[in-house]
């Protein structure tokens, strides 16, 4: 009885599944998207296709593709569909599927594909537990993660699979998801509400086909054709791919510090508001901007640095989001700021020595001089204060040892080019 009840319960489930289920390519043919990996002639293409397909880590944005690449492949290869979720699975539920993976290879010669969703919520043991498994060749593992593998995946494990870098779907061919979803509806999809739906899905075909599902039931309930005004009563808001400690944050934030270097104040004011919208941190956004100003512009415009240290009162003073006018005001200064790494170069070199040789004690006459005794160990002995001195005298402070020594060496931009034109002058 329990069987006819399955059997029943899943000829429904096709009929009332989500779109992006009832879409999903069965076969490397019908997949869209991925071409830089699974292109014809490409080696991985092949090696599915010849049902040899390696362990791997699949790794990319939601919608990519993962869960329907593991499935091919396994149907590539005849091999028995396992799967799990790292969310919910425990170290016994993975012990339970090796069991079962050589039972079936002992007894039928039948091989075993596992699929771990979110494998990077596996801790170590959990990790562990699969590691001689794909080793020996009793499964062939596929994992999936939007998180970057070689951080959150152990290196035993990485060193046994072969890491695949999934991309984000293009307007383009997520309007062939989209044209094969409308087909699956019976709905006629007009071309400006593909561009539409395509253009806020931000390359994740699942959130696609759910808007243009969901878009149609609308519109049908309404008695009306799909429009672009359905697409708006159901999709508020473009979903933002952001994480405050992932790939994305490091990406944008590298972008954002790099725009500011090469002077775009158009890149910068963008990628700004991508970490703003994305959730990330004010405060770390403002301490970039401070960083910057010393490190890329420096003495080349010394009024960076008070501008972006504005920025970050102004941070705490009003807060979000009126502070956002601060940040892009202080962001876009830099930018546009002439640029010298003059200062940041001159403080590494400096720590770099000090590093290697120790701190050097100051010159005799350099030293405190203001406490009993201390004339007589020489200290203070032959200084002259620079108010005191003949115009043009140059008196070199540095340890004896490094006299000479050049650290700061100004750029010429900005601000510094009369320091670098004097420096020229007295050298």
Not at 143 to 159: D, K, R
Not at 306 to 317: F, I, N, R
Request: glycine share 8%; hydrophobic share 45%.
């Amino acid at each position: 009885m329990s069987d006819l009840f399955s059997d029943a319960a899943a000829e429904r489930a096709e009929a009332v599944a989500p779109l992006a289920l009832r879409v999903r390519p069965r076969r490397l043919e019908e997949l869209v998207g991925q071409t830089g990996v699974l292109g014809e002639g490409s080696a991985l293409r092949r090696a599915i296709e010849e049902g040899r397909a390696p362990s791997m880590i699949l790794h990319g944005p939601p919608g990519v593709g993962k869960t329907t690449i593991a499935r091919i492949v396994a149907e590539a290869s005849a091999a028995t569909y396992e799967e799990l979720s790292a969310v919910s699975a425990r170290v016994d539920d993975v012990r339970a599927v090796i069991a079962r993976a050589r039972e079936r290879l002992g007894a039928h010669g039948a091989r075993t594909l596992l699929f771990i969703d979110e494998i990077h919520r596996f801790d170590k043991r959990q990790q562990d537990s699969v590691l001689h498994a794909v080793e020996d060749g009793l499964v062939t593992l596929i994992g999936a993660t939007t998180e970057n593998p070689y951080f959150e995946v152990n290196q035993a494990l990485l060193s046994r699979c072969t890491v695949i870098e999934l991309e984000s779907l293009t307007l383009e061919e997520l309007g062939h998801v989209l044209r094969r979803g409308a087909e699956t509806l019976g709905a006629s999809l007009p071309d400006d509400v593909a561009a539409e739906l395509a253009r806020r899905a931000g390359g994740d075909a699942r959130t696609a086909l759910q808007t243009l599902e969901l878009a149609w039931q609308t519109a049908s309930a309404a008695g009306e054709d799909l429009a672009l005004a359905h697409v708006e009563d159901v999709a508020r808001k473009r979903p933002l791919r952001y994480d405050r400690a992932g790939d994305r944050h490091y990406d944008l934030t590298s972008a954002f510090i790099k725009s500011m270097r090469g002077s775009d104040p158009d890149a910068v004011v963008y990628y700004l508001a991508a970490m703003l919208e994305g959730g990330e941190d004010p405060r770390f956004v403002a301490r970039r901007i401070v960083i910057a100003a010393s490190e890329d512009v420096g003495d080349a415009d010394p009024q960076a640095l008070v501008v972006a240290v504005a920025a970050a009162h102004a941070l705490e003073h009003v807060g979000l989001p009126e502070a956002q006018l601060a940040l892009a005001q202080a962001a876009i200064h830099i930018a546009r700021a002439p640029k010298s790494n003059a200062v940041a170069r001159a403080i590494w070199s400096a720590r770099a020595d000090v590093r290697r040789d120790g701190i050097a004690a100051p010159p005799p006459s350099l030293r405190d001089a203001h406490y009993r005794g201390a004339a007589a160990r020489g200290h203070g002995s032959g200084y002259v204060s620079p108010h005191d001195a003949a115009p043009g005298t140059a008196v070199d402070h540095l340890p004896e040892g490094l006299a000479g020594r050049t650290y700061y060496l100004p750029s010429g931009a900005g601000d510094e080019a009369e320091e670098a034109v004097r420096g020229d002058r007295d050298g």
